[in-house]
């Protein structure tokens, strides 16, 4: 049975969320709803650095721990007003739009969606009222309100900045004198520490849940640009997003975001975004009402067993690189296609999400020092990070075949050269010279490495294709069945190797 992704968001929406896959080294400034364009000061957050005691035997009741953080936990309750859209009616049910019209005109029926409302739970941390929350407990919402543990509430709270990229927000009551947590540095949790989930699950009211860090570093596959969660097997439901999960020593280790779970309730599969990212997207929210991250300028993809042999790498840890774009601080830098980024200023890079988090967490016009190992060798460069802009990638499918291989290897691909209308078709940027695939046989070694029409091949085992032509010529020398090839796909570049050795199941 297939396992859904669950966002523990409002009481009026359990939404499923959808895995997504991005492979970029840009990393990208995020738009923010309500930003002010004027800076202001650093929420001064409290900080204890010290790490938790895990020689202590376990305590017998958590009470003291539970009622010195309760009253920094919020409830968070939001409502959407009532809307009126036009009804689209275009292809409705595969009945054509103009059989409507000789009903309606173009005067299309109007719908009015009836106001809806939301439950979340927040996190105060500061005295003068600034409260950390999810994105989606917010998202879309005309009026916040926010509930304190003493009953005060606050029926209007002011959203600060959003940063849908990681499913954090920050909102602002007007108050003084507020309980605000003390964070702690979630790089040194541990797996294995015990830890408390308190927040506002299915409205019932604030609850209090245990459990340990079961895993750190987890990119669970929400459509988030930056995963980097703790997982937990604390309780958390829907509503609890928002929420804080503390150590023993009641200091905030992260924002509890999403459950994994078949039935959408608690099965033991919690996640919370780090205290670490937290912090660093709270303040450039508070100071600038956006997140603008570090840009080196990569293409970066995992490392799978297939590349680690064609590349000759003895391990897989780092991060591929499968492209440098042009005037980049990592062109400028000297990285090239195929080095793969193992440390960033003397901190090893376990994978590409290890890498984007990194690079997502430092601000432009940083010094980084990156060691990459280039044929076999280890190498060291220099950059200073830039901002880059939004990238967007989509592609469309093309039925086109102009040139079939079934000789040597790539069997079963067809391509064509590349032109005005095919560029316009895939959205290939002018730079990119290659053979566009316009067809791939469904049972091919080609179709099983995961080629699809519309990708452009841009090497052929390290050589260059600019045409058609090439890209089959290349392909015919059948000696070697492991084909690594360069692809321009879904709007970035990456490796990968066709095996024509396997075959395919009877």
Known sequence: MNTNFIKPSSLRRIALVLSGIILV???VAADSSHASSSDKAPVAVKLDSKPVNRGALAPASYSVVAKRIAPSVVTITTVTKAR??????RNFQGIPDPFFRQFFGNQFPQVREQPQSGLGSGVIISPDGYIVTNNHVIDGADVVSVSLADNREFKKAHIVGRDPKTDIAVIKVDAKDLPAIVFTESSRVEVGDCVLAIGNPFGIGETVTTGIVSAKGRRAGLGLEYEDFIQTDAAINPGNSGGALVDIDGRLIGINTAILSRSGGFQGVGLAVPSD???NVVDQLVQHGKVVRGFIGVNIQNISPA?????GLKERTGA???????NSPAAKAGLQSGDVI?????????????????VSQTAPGTKLTLRVQRDGKSETFNLVTGTAPNQSRNRRNNDEAVQQDDTGVLNGVAVADLDANSRREFNVPARIRGALITEVAADSSAARAGLQPG?????????????????????????N???LLKLWSRGGTIYVVVDETETSAP
């Open 25 to 27: 080294g840009a990393l």
């Open 84 to 89: 009126v859209s036009n009804l689209n009616l």
């Open 277 to 279: 990212l937290v912090r």
């Open 307 to 311: 590349l680690a042999e064609t590349f």
């Open 320 to 326: 591929l690189v499968s492209d440098v774009t042009p």
């Open 342 to 358: 193992i440390e960033v200023d003397g901190k090893s890079v376990a994978d590409t999400n290890e890498l984007r988090t990194v």
């Open 455 to 479: 990708d452009v091949i841009l090497e052929i085992n390290h050589q260059p294709v600019v045409s058609a032509d090439e890209a089959v010529k290349l392909s015919e020398d059948g000696s």
């Open 481 to 483: 069945k492991k084909t």
